[in-house]
């Protein structure tokens, strides 16, 4: 290929729209997520297990072996925590990047460490090595930007990768052409960038301390508003951005530990105060975190399904009986909603904005209470590890009443709702699409053939990625998709955000589906 048709081809790989952008931005924030997920549970059970009133009701626990394994899963969960910034910095232009992302990902680990050796020059040679914010950052002494600087340099590498990516250099300097050159424009440009950090890092960081102290202000309303923000932009993919700036930067909170270390992000503070024992833990940061989602997620979206149950036509109700108990398990004990959200998010908006309002108000409610209850996803599992397991400085016993309510309004609304206006949620169509839905399809190769030709066949598809539920795709023309097609293979739903930006929804088998597609493509 020539150089002109490289260049070409890299220049049409690297437009993105603004859609495309920012859902490839929210969906990368699920690979860092997901570790600080799995090891702040393995936290929650180390730090339940070597406590002093755990061992007092359980003495056999005391045994030193055991002792050793369980302050062995703290110290190997404190990873997540530690490095955060790092696993941004790497996950953002590994996901977001459509070829290469080997060298997408090790562009982004080159331009974290050259971003602090830029600061380090800078601090160094104006002699202000004493700032505030200074703090040792894979042996490098620089400045502390948190996971927000490792969020900055995710988003220039991965701009740094498309423009580089297809290089052609004379031919005296063709061994660094192409993909090679990404890691040395990666360091050029982050060491550069580097050098900036000192100068306007301040004001990033008043800016993000006005969104804080703008949430900390609306006093009770605060967790309201992120409970029922979130829900809000889950339709279009970007509520990890909004949840990302609530758990890791200040607008989440802040705090100076006792080593004279300062702590961002609610997420952040929980794990910081959690570590160090029970009495440390506040429930003024624990009020954005899981507590907020359980009464919702736990028992709200239950009622929710037991309420399309009933309403089904009674010939249809076993049929949708799978479908919306793998839903219910989904939420209350994975922490996903979107399977049974995307039922009823576009037949019944109304209903949508009432789950919204009662996201919100269950945010509110759970840190009027005083409830202390961390980690992110807000299920059973959360539940029993952060809340029961460790005691009733928690508590968690609060969740069941405040969850019965919700099970009580949710069930009675959605139920009058759905049978005063008719509204067509699975059972009541008389159709064969309920049982193609959410994780109930089959997800074998003819599946995907079918998928990909109500899509508009591979020529159609311009690019093909995945979340946790949804096929995230990039196409020529979204007017070509057939939408029945599409819910006939296996989709709850398509949602066309633009005429080339379209989502899929699937379910928790999205992956296996992805990946019959790609093979067909």
Known sequence: MSSEALNVKGAERSRVSGWEFFQSLGKTFMLPVAL????????????????????????FLGNPVL?????????VS?????????????????????????????????????????????????????????????????????????????????????RFQYIELPDAFSFFGGTRFVAIATVVVMSAVGLTVPLIWPYFAAGIGAVGAGIQKAGIFGPFLFGAGERLLLPFGLHHILVATIRFTEAG?????????????????????????????????????????????????????????????????????????????AAAVGGITEPIEFIF????????????????????????????????????????VFGVLQGMWTKWYLVIPVGGIWFG??????????????????????????????????????????????????????????????LRLVVKDANVIHVEAVKSAGAVNVVKLSDTNVQVIIGTKVQVMKKQMQKLI
């Open 78 to 162: 404190l990873v997540a925590f530690i490095f955060l910034p790092l696993m941004f910095a790497v996950a953002i232009p590994l996901g977001m990047a459509r070829e290469n992302k080997e060298i997408a990902a090790f562009a982004g680990l080159i331009g974290y460490i050259s971003l602090q050796l830029g600061v380090n020059f800078h601090l160094t040679a104006r002699g202000i090595m004493d700032v505030t914010d200074k703090k040792m950052i894979m042996g490098i002494e620089s400045i502390d930007t948190g996971a927000l600087g490792g969020l900055i340099v995710g988003i220039l590498v991965y701009f740094i990768h498309e």
């Open 345 to 384: 998010l576009f037949i019944a908006p109304a209903l949508y904005l009432f789950h919204t309002v009662m996201t919100g108000l269950g945010f509110m409610v759970m840190g009027l209470l005083g409830v202390a209850i961390g980690n992110t996803d807000g299920n059973i599992i959360d539940f029993l």
């Open 409 to 470: 309004i949710y069930y009675t609304v959605f139920k009058w709702y759905i049978e005063k206006y008719n509204i067509l949620t699975p059972g009541r169509d008389n159709s064969d699409q309920a049982s193609n839905a959410v994780d109930s399809g089959d997800m074998a190769g003819y599946t995907a053939k079918i998928m990909l030709e109500a899509l508009g066949g591979k020529e159609n598809i311009v690019t093909l990625d995945n979340c946790i539920t949804r």
């Open 67 to 75: 002792q050793f394994i369980f302050n062995f899963m703290i110290k």
């Open 36 to 59: 600080l997920a799995a090891m702040g549970i393995l936290l929650g059970i180390g730090a339940a297990f070597t406590g002093g009133t755990t061992i007092e009701m359980f003495p």
């Open 253 to 329: 909170g802040q705090i100076i530990t006792s080593s004279g270390e300062t702590i961002s992000g609610a997420l952040n503070i929980f794990y910081n105060q959690f570590a160090q024992g029970p009495s440390h833990v506040s429930p003024e940061y624990t009020r954005f975190l899981s507590q907020g989602k359980m009464p919702t997620f736990i028992f709200g979206l239950s009622g929710a399904a037991l309420a399309m149950y009933r309403s089904a036509f009674a010939e249809n109700r076993t049929k949708v009986k799978g479908l919306l108990i793998s839903a219910v398990v």
